[in-house]
């Protein structure tokens, strides 16, 4: 064996572990003779107190080393557990899972309340109470008239059960006698035809039983197993169409979390408001009324519900904010607006982010012409909706910060105004930008620049229109219409649409030289050009009472507010108390909202959001000039030139002429007459107020030509204007030749 060197224990003492004569770090061979009772001797090796201690250093320095490893392993065990408890993921898990557990019980809950409704008439019961409260006698009757209805109903179905019952019971004890008795016949005959064994018969029955056994527990297994995941499943949609969970359970990481907009959200919504009538109704166990349910209405959700006593839209609508915000909305997303009646409530809701999506593409880009009398393109409504702006018998003003559309807006409509034939186009811009460069080729009159001869040239421009508004206006009494109509604008008389935009018109105004002079133009120009075919299109940035006539925005009938500062700016844009009944510009954000506005006077409604087209001017992306050059191939194929204001003779008509025209070859009631010629000349005033009887005697009194009754239906033969026609001409040259005659130079 080899020689092993024996190292001592902590508890043992270096001095007495070896042989008292051993000194001086001597080793002595050690056998077990001189190691009397210590059982088996190993070899070892004697160490000194120094060897020892260093020894002792090492054996220390590993132990503390090992233990060292075991603690910091320990911590960093305890930290992994806190850190993975803690993290936002496992904390958002979490919550998920208490969210859909939360979910599937609030769908048992909507069951349960759903049957103690149908079970007490609860639904019945609180329309008639809430009839009742608000006085409505009418809904009242109607709903004590549902609910005997539906009692009566009930009663019913409860009579019928013991027949059903009973029928039920007579189809059973039919088929366990009728069945067997069927199989019996089927044996004898069998056995007696010698096709087949009678024991046989009856065998293949009870297989068949046996089958069908076997088939149906198996059927009855699976759906065992299934079923609580079945209802499991079926109250989590339950629980997620009916209500949504408590705040604390729906994460902030969940970003695609939203609550579906139904009855019972927009009531939660109104209830948070904390209006005293609200709370103390629905307090009371009552609902509010729906008149019209919450409906999907293209991009967003419409409901019409009636509030309780005391409470009227127009409060709801100051609110919109905090309405809101209990149907995770931003203020721009939800509508509330007056319905027919002050406590009907028309809210609107958008879906989320349907701002994000924009107007998309310009409808007009590759073709197509425009009529200004039925409106021109403008955008897309939040529900999806395309828009028109009206023009005729309108003026518009648009403002809101820089940077934010408004002059996007005016070139969609003056695009628009463009690509109809008729239409006459006039820009000025009393500063130096491209924004309208583009349409120069297509204006009568344009104008860029802030200088003074700019500003005279506005000024001048804005004269010559007041001086048409006046022209316009006799023409009108000559034709005897109170507006410019369609066949009056296109019949070329000098009534064709006229459509005016002064961009920046803030600068115009506060000019120096000229702003007071171009002031009182506009203020009369928006005041009487309406109905003149006259449209004028204010474009600001700021509409304060310095800087824009507060006669002119009182008689812009539409109103275009992109984001805006304060509720003055946004009550001159979209008329006075308009910020008070929450129809504000000032929640559209500057930047993130650009090319959306509030607008008023395009629909029925007191105000809209619109999202505008835009049409590029770049040079790099030029999406203009294609429609101008659309429009001036149009104008040339109607033979011809760009509209421009100048006056136009008045058109002389000859009676019997336009008669010959119209009339034929058989005789015509002369009561059908007059609309012939209306026909024939649409512009001609004459024609315009002509009647039957009128005409009658005009010919007779000024042509000769006597109408006879002929069966009271005074018949007009085109025979009899012809002839007239010809002893016309013949008194004519009659009449020239007597004139030759008596000339004595004539010879």
């Known amino acids: 064996m080899d020689n092993v060197h024996k190292l001592h224990h902590d508890d043992e003492d270096p001095t007495t572990a070896a042989d008292p004569g051993i000194v001086q770090g001597q080793a002595e061979r050690v056998t077990p003779e001189t190691v009397p009772d210590a059982g088996e001797v190993i070899e070892g090796e ?85 009839a009742e409260l608000v006085g409505d006698r009418e809904a009242l009757k109607e709903w004590t008239d549902r609910k005997e209805s539906a009692t009566d109903r009930r009663h019913r179905r409860l009579m019928d059960v013991p027949k059903l019952a009973w029928g039920v019971l007579k189809v059973a004890v039919a088929a366990v006698v009728g069945v067997p008795f069927l199989v019996l016949v089927i044996a004898i005959l069998t056995k007696a035809t010698g096709h087949g064994s009678f024991t046989g018969v009856w065998l293949g029955f009870f297989g068949v039983i046996g089958f069908l056994i076997g088939a149906g527990a198996f059927v009855w297994g699976l759906f065992s197993v299934a079923l609580p995941f079945l209802l499991t499943l079926a109250a989590w949609r339950e629980g997620k169409r009916r209500a949504e969970p408590p705040s604390w359970l729906v994460t902030t990481s969940d970003a695609a979390w939203d609550v579906a907009i139904d009855e019972t959200t927009i009531a939660k919504a109104l209830e948070a408001l904390r209006i005293p009538a609200i709370t103390q109704y629905l307090k009371s166990g009552l609902k509010l009324q729906f008149i019209t349910p919450a409906r999907v209405d293209g991009r967003g959700t419409h409901a019409v519900l009636r509030l309780p006593a005391g409470v009227t839209a127009e409060k709801i609508a100051r609110r919109r904010g905090d309405l809101a915000t209990g149907l995770h909305r931003a203020a721009k997303e939800v509508w ?228 805006v500062g304060d509720h003055v700016a946004n009550d001159a844009l979209l008329g006075q108390g308009a910020y008070a009944a929450g129809h504000r510009a000032t929640e559209l954000i500057p930047g993130t909202d650009k090319g959306t506005a509030v607008v008023k006077g395009f629909t029925g409604e007191r105000s809209e959001i619109l999202q505008w087209y835009y049409l590029d001017v770049a040079k790099s992306n030029d999406q203009v000039t294609p429609l101008i050059k659309r429009s001036l191939d149009a104008i040339a194929k109607l033979g011809k030139t760009i509209p421009d204001s100048q006056p136009i003779a008045v058109e002389s ?52 030509i006597k109408v006879p009754s002929t069966g009271n239906r005074y018949p007009l033969d085109p025979t009899t204007v012809r002839e007239a026609i010809v002893r016309r001409d013949q008194a004519a040259t009659s009449a020239d030749d007597g004139a030759e005659d008596a000339d004595p130079l004539a010879s």
Not at 91 to 109: C, D, N
Not at 453 to 465: G, T, W
Not at 660 to 687: C, F, H, N, Q, S
């Open 336 to 563: 509330p607006t007056t319905g027919s009646e002050a406590g009907i409530l028309d809210v609107w809701i958008a879906d989320k982010g349907a701002l994000a999506e924009g107007a998309g593409e310009y409808p007009l880009l590759t073709d197509g012409l425009v009529d200004v009398f039925k409106g021109v393109p403008a955008g897309k409504t939040l529900r999806g909706d395309a828009m028109l702006a009206p023009i005729m018998e309108r003026n518009t003003m648009a403002g809101g910060m820089p940077g934010q559309g408004k002059s996007s807006a005016a070139r969609a409509i003056m695009a628009g105004c463009a690509l109809d034939p008729t239409a006459e186009l006039r820009i000025w811009v009393p500063d130096t930008n491209f924004d309208f460069e583009v349409f120069k080729p297509r204006c009568a009159s344009y104008v860029m620049g802030a200088d003074d001869e700019s500003m005279k040239a506005i000024r001048d421009q804005l004269v010559n229109v007041h001086e048409e508004v006046q022209r316009r206006g006799q023409l009108l009494i000559d034709f005897e219409v109170p507006a410019v109509t369609r066949e009056l604008a296109s019949a070329g008389v000098g009534l064709h649409p006229l459509v005016c935009l002064l961009e920046e018109a803030h600068v115009a105004i506060t000019d120096d030289t000229y702003g007071k002079e171009i002031a009182k133009l506009l203020v009369e120009i928006v005041k009487l050009g309406r109905k003149r075919g006259i449209h004028m299109i204010v474009s600001t940035q700021a509409p304060t009472r310095d800087s824009m006539p507060r006669d002119v925005t009182r008689n812009c009938s539409n109103g275009i507010a992109f984001a």
């Open 653 to 704: 008509r000859d009676l019997l002429a336009d008669l010959d025209e119209v009339l034929g070859e058989d005789p015509r009631p002369i009561a059908d007459v007059p609309a012939l010629l209306k026909r024939l000349a649409p512009t001609w005033t004459p024609y315009r107020s002509l009647t039957g009887k009128a005409l009658r005697d005009q010919l007779a009194a000024e042509h000769g």
């Open 46 to 130: 004697i160490l000194s107190e120094e060897e020892s201690a260093e020894l002792d250093r090492r054996l220390n320095s590993r132990g503390a080393v090992v233990l060292r490893r075991a603690v910091s392993g320990t911590q960093v065990a305890t930290r992994a557990v806190v850190k993975v408890s803690t993290h936002d993921k496992t904390k958002t898990a979490g919550k998920v899972v208490l969210r859909e557990g939360f979910t599937v019980v609030q769908g048992v809950e909507s069951w349960a309340k759903r049957a103690w409704d149908a079970s007490t008439m609860g639904v019945y019961r609180r329309q008639i109470k809430a």
